[in-house]
């Protein structure tokens, strides 16, 4: 197999020379800046043995330095795999690996090595990246080059790219949705702004500033900015994964002004998989859109399954699809809409029940922030629905009228046996629901 030139930040830092690259609260650098910083890292490496398929595992904190030992581990054909900000600690690192932390990329600026443009095999990997780990333990992924180029490729027809674009990551770099926006902006030639963990006044003060057009946000994060009175309207679009978006918050986002697209993606499809388009928001509520383009989307037995060349290499099954174990159905003109996860569905009294439905229906009520439902073994009813509900600030709800709430919009079978108050629920880094945990 041929090598093509792969080597994006090579291409930006031509084009794009003087355009920022990266911005954290520290500093800003231009694509020419990031070139020389990458190049170093890349030096560095090499000195150390490290080349061609070598695992790499980046233990930094959000921000530029960790994007600076990325792009060097890319350079030197290295596996890169984002370490959480809580460390190494527990984390599955592939065997063998080398890691890169503050010092090693101080000590690569001293020196200031160069490092040539590259041709990478497109189909081998370049990223290792954890799932989250909603329903188990996470599992490790390896992506290749041609992978995040695809979705890179994508993404951007669906969403636009501009100029002028700075897209906001204040999602962890060692989860999908957070790493990508690194890559795909280096491919685009655009600024990412990387924030250190989720702060709502900082991101609330990112959207007031005006230079942040794009931002990735989990329904969490969004309830919390629209909490605070954040100027949700003034980037050109918040893309919203990573769960269902429960419809009230929706509605209130967009009489807000803000543009909410919805979008579906997972780790083994190297991000996105089904995105709303700018235009489609407003029309199709609640869904998370179209395929993209060259990505196959198949909803069987109602579980969705995904074919394209986002998907890595091995997490296809035998018959050549992703089987994502997530529940979803299509409409006649192929928007998806998501139902939660094959493993989440409860079987009460010989009726499914979706958790996500009972959810959003609890979520609903004026005096709730957040509710997670769980099937508990039943003798009576094989397994009996259980609310795990937060209440909202200063809010004083009971049970029953929570019961009652429900009962106003869903089936006698889904409404829960039992509400249990908590202060708060298990979610990941990424703000998805542990609903194992419950």
């Known amino acids: 197999m041929s090598e093509i030139p792969t080597d994006w930040l090579d291409h930006s830092a031509r084009v794009h020379p003087r355009r920022v690259a990266l911005a954290d609260a520290r500093e800003e650098i231009t694509y020419l800046e990031l070139q020389r910083r990458a190049r170093a890292v890349a030096s560095e490496l090499a000195l150390r043995g490290i080349g061609s398929g070598d695992p790499v595992a980046i233990d930094l904190p959000a921000g530029i330095p960790h994007a600076v030992a990325l792009h060097g581990a890319i350079l030197a054909g290295a596996v890169a795999q984002s370490l959480p900000a809580t460390g190494r600690e527990g984390v599955d690192v592939a065997p063998g690996a080398r890691y890169v932390e503050a010092a090693t990329v101080e000590r690569a600026l001293?020196?200031?090595?160069?490092?040539?443009?590259?041709?990478?095999?497109?189909?081998?990997?370049?990223?290792?990246?954890?799932?989250?780990?909603?329903?188990?333990?996470?599992k490790a992924v390896e992506l290749t080059q041609a992978n995040h180029l695809w979705s890179a490729l994508a993404s951007g027809l669906k969403l636009g790219v501009e100029p002028g674009d700075r897209w906001l990551c204040c999602l962890p770099l060692n989860h999908v949705g957070g790493l990508t926006i690194l890559l795909r902006s280096a491919l685009y030639g655009t600024a990412a702004e990387i924030h250190e963990g989720f702060d709502p006044e900082r991101v609330a003060s990112a959207f007031a500033g005006g230079a942040v057009t794009i931002a990735s946000l989990v329904p969490t994060q969004l309830v919390r900015l629209l909490d605070i009175g954040a100027a949700v309207e003034r980037p050109r679009l918040l893309l919203v994964g990573g769960g269902p978006l429960p419809l009230d918050v929706l509605a209130e986002a967009q009489a807000r002004g803000?543009?909410?697209?919805?979008?579906?993606?997972?780790?083994?499809?190297?991000?996105?998989?089904?995105?709303?388009?700018?235009?489609?928001?407003?029309?199709?509520?609640?869904?998370?859109?179209?395929?993209?383009?060259?990505?196959?989307?198949?909803?069987?037995?109602?579980?969705?399954?995904?074919?394209?060349?986002?998907?890595?290499?091995?997490?296809?099954?035998?018959?050549?699809?992703?089987?994502?174990?997530?529940?979803?159905?299509?409409?006649?003109?192929?928007?998806?809409?998501?139902?939660?996860?094959?493993?989440d569905l409860i079987v009460s009294g010989?009726?499914?029940?979706?958790?996500?439905?009972?959810?959003?229906?609890?979520?609903?009520?004026?005096?709730?922030?957040?509710?997670?439902?769980?099937?508990?073994?039943?003798?009576?009813?094989?397994?009996?629905?259980?609310?795990?509900?937060?209440?909202?600030?200063?809010?004083?709800?009971?049970?029953?009228?929570?019961?009652?709430?429900?009962?106003?919009?869903?089936?006698?079978?889904?409404?829960?046996?039992?509400?249990?108050?908590?202060e708060e629920l298990p979610r990941t880094a990424s703000g998805k629901l542990q609903r194992r945990l419950l």
């Open 110 to 138: 001293k020196r200031d090595g160069t490092w040539p443009s590259i041709r990478r095999p497109p189909r081998k990997p370049l990223t290792r990246v954890l799932s989250s780990g909603t329903s188990g333990a996470p």
């Open 258 to 343: 803000a543009r909410v697209v919805q979008t579906y993606g997972l780790t083994e499809a190297c991000s996105q998989v089904c995105t709303l388009a700018p235009g489609e928001a407003q029309e199709h509520p609640g869904s998370a859109g179209r395929p993209l383009l060259g990505i196959e989307v198949a909803v069987e037995a109602g579980e969705i399954r995904v074919r394209g060349p986002n998907v890595a290499p091995g997490a296809k099954a035998a018959d050549g699809w992703l089987h994502t174990g997530d529940l979803g159905r299509m409409d006649e003109d192929g928007f998806l809409y998501l139902e939660g996860r094959r493993g």
């Open 350 to 422: 010989g009726e499914n029940v979706r958790p996500v439905r009972v959810e959003d229906a609890l979520r609903s009520h004026p005096g709730v922030a957040d509710a997670g439902v769980v099937g508990e073994d039943d003798r009576e009813w094989g397994q009996r629905v259980v609310a795990h509900v937060v209440t909202a600030p200063g809010a004083e709800v009971s049970e029953e009228e929570l019961l009652d709430h429900a009962r106003g919009s869903l089936a006698r079978h889904e409404v829960p046996k039992q509400v249990r108050f908590r």
